[in-house]
């Protein structure tokens, strides 16, 4: 908590949190005549709602799928693939993205060219980026946040899924009647920790794929990023 005195300070790499001269208010006069208040604020928060309720989804999703899997072997490379992205850095994604859909010598541009359709310009659409940093942040996050929900399916108590397929309930019917159901405690406290940090956003998904490019920024400039811009 010590850090919130940073915006109310001058801050200088020398003085560091405390050294730094007291500024009072200035920050905030800065952000209020910027003009960018409301977008960024707007778009940080309705990413992370999105991040939040799709998030919740596909981690669940993914904890009961991984449930289900029959094959213990399969299950643990299944679950290892899953659990990879989060080890890849924002900057290697990043990377591994523009040489992909870079309009000149991208991957997913020379196959479209192949195909006989015109290239698709990603880095100059504003409107394609949404999807694009969601689909980013799943991909990335659903593996590791699905392991809270594992372990809390793996600690239900199994005599009564156990007693449901003895009175004829198919696997679908045990997921929606008991592990779901039985997943919602466990969901409430993981949306509730998610919603304690609505309003900071994933600083290394939205600076290291959109390159800071000022034609995409109405669409994907957070707080974050405004306030890095701001001081450098």
């Excluded at 309705?46 to 993914?62: D, H, K, T």
């Excluded at 009564?160 to 779901?180: H, K, S």
């Excluded at 900071?200 to 957070?222: C, N």
Aim: overall charge positive; aromatic content about 16%.
């Amino acid at each position: 908590m010590t850090g919130i005195v940073l915006a109310f300070k001058k801050y200088q790499y020398a003085g560091g949190i405390y050294g730094s001269p007291w500024n009072g208010f200035s920050n905030f006069k800065a952000l209020m005549i910027s003009g960018k208040l409301g977008q960024v604020t707007r778009n940080t928060l309705l990413y992370n709602i999105a991040f939040i309720s799709l998030g919740v989804v596909c981690e669940m999703g993914s904890a009961i799928l991984l449930n289900e899997l029959i094959s213990k072997y399969f299950k643990k490379i299944a679950q290892s693939f899953m659990f990879l992205p989060y080890f890849i850095s924002w900057v290697v994604a990043g990377a591994i993205m523009y040489n992909i859909f870079n309009y000149e010598r991208g991957v997913f541009n020379h196959i479209l060219t192949w195909l006989g359709m015109n290239p698709f310009d990603l880095y100059n659409t504003p409107g394609a980026w949404p999807p694009v940093l969601i689909f980013l942040k799943l991909w990335k996050g659903t593996g590791y946040g699905s392991v809270v929900y594992l372990a809390a399916i793996t600690g239900l108590d199994q005599e009564m899924f156990e007693a449901a397929e003895i009175d004829g309930a198919n696997a679908w019917q045990r997921i929606r009647y008991l592990t779901i159901p039985s997943l919602k405690p466990t969901m409430m406290i993981m949306v509730l920790l998610a919603i304690g940090n609505i309003f900071r956003g994933d600083f290394g998904l939205f600076y290291q794929t959109v390159k800071s490019s000022a034609l995409l920024q109405p669409m994907t400039d957070i707080i974050d990023t405004y306030v890095f811009r701001s001081v450098n």
